[in-house]
């Protein structure tokens, strides 16, 4: 079996552990298409958090008090950065993770592709399974805010007293980092999408799936920047591949993260029934075939997609194998339902 997972964020890469684990059991194959919205150039030095969220932890690196970064990390360049007053300042890159980040840079000026430096960094940390970013291209999620009341007429909506607008875009990392997202927001936007392509290898990973998993990943700042990148969405929705989606969602809070602030931006609640239907069932034009969400969100149908309810909480490996095992099995259910 061939299994592709749509995945970004700190959820998304736990998400992995059990579909690794997974594998290992069948003997399957698995590619992850991961973010990377959240990517950003700091101190001349690209950063891909979702890239390394997931090499770290599959490689068993990452820090699993903090959740994200290197366990043992130091911080003795940012306490020099920070005696230099360089900026920006809110946010710190351990000593560990900056070597990452080095030879990620090294080798992209030298001219190779992202996906050709992930598979590179991929032999230190051995995850396990295949990782493609997104895309090669150029793609980062910046936030449309409004600096509030400034004592220049500004209103705190995003409007001035002389018409004016006091709106402005910053990084996502800048937004939620340093503004922990408490900026009035009005919407996201994935600069240099509509331009970017597929990594090599991601439409053919689709293309040759028997199925396609969702993580339970942030829908709006994760997995839409993903689907922004032209014939992604198009090979899903196209594909022969049932797709199945994991709730972020656990009784209308966000199992981690910020995706409660993202889905207020755009006007959805958030619950597992409202994301769902922001992804849409592929039957009216959307992604969705099967869609898993937690006992305390119940399990009826989503207008046409078929919804299971099993314990989503990724309390360890085998839990989360568990919902793995269920999201194969619900796509196997919808296969065998297309066909009747």
């Known amino acids: 079996m061939r299994i592709v997972v749509l995945t970004g964020g700190i959820g998304g890469a736990k998400f992995l552990v059990g579909v690794r684990a997974y594998a290992r059991r069948t003997g399957a194959e698995v590619t992850a298409v991961v973010n990377v919205g959240d990517d950003v150039v700091l101190h001349g030095l690209r950063i891909c958090p979702d890239l390394d969220s997931v090499l770290y932890t599959l490689g068993g690196g990452a820090d699993p008090q903090r959740g994200w970064g290197r366990v043992g990390e130091t911080w003795t360049v940012k306490e020099e950065l920070a005696a230099y007053q360089a900026e920006p300042s809110w946010f710190g890159l351990g000593d560990r993770d900056i070597a990452t980040h080095l030879v990620r840079t090294t080798m992209l000026n030298a001219g190779y592709p992202l996906s050709a430096v992930t598979e590179a960094l991929s032999t230190r940390w051995e995850p396990g399974i295949r990782l493609l970013p997104a895309t090669d291209d150029r793609l980062e999620t910046h936030v449309v805010v409004s600096d509030g009341s400034t004592g220049d007429g500004s209103t705190g909506d995003g409007s001035t007293g002389d018409g004016r607008s006091d709106q402005r875009a910053i990084h996502f990392q800048e937004w ?60 899903l929705t196209d594909g022969a591949a049932p797709v199945v989606g994991v709730s972020p969602v656990i009784g209308d809070a966000p199992v981690r993260g910020m995706a409660d602030r993202c889905l207020a931006v755009l ?51 085998a839990a ?19 066909g009747e």
């Open 176 to 235: 939620w980092v340093r503004y922990r997202g408490a900026l009035p927001t009005h919407r996201f936007v994935f600069v240099g999408a509509s331009e970017a392509k597929p990594a090599a290898g991601v439409l053919a990973a689709l293309h040759d799936a028997d199925v396609v998993l969702i993580a339970p990943s942030n829908p709006v700042v994760s997995i839409a920047p993903v689907l922004a990148v032209p014939g992604i969405r198009e090979a």
């Open 320 to 338: 989360t194998e568990a919902m793995v095992t269920a999201a194969i099995e619900l796509a196997d259910a919808t296969r065998a339902g297309a």
């Open 267 to 317: 006007g959805v609640p958030c619950t597992a029934e409202a994301v769902a239907g922001l992804y849409g069932s592929r039957r009216s034009g959307g992604l969705l075939d099967g869609w898993l969400v937690d006992p305390v969100d119940g399990a009826s149908r989503v207008g046409e997609v078929t919804v299971r309810a099993v314990p989503l909480w990724m309390s360890d490996e």
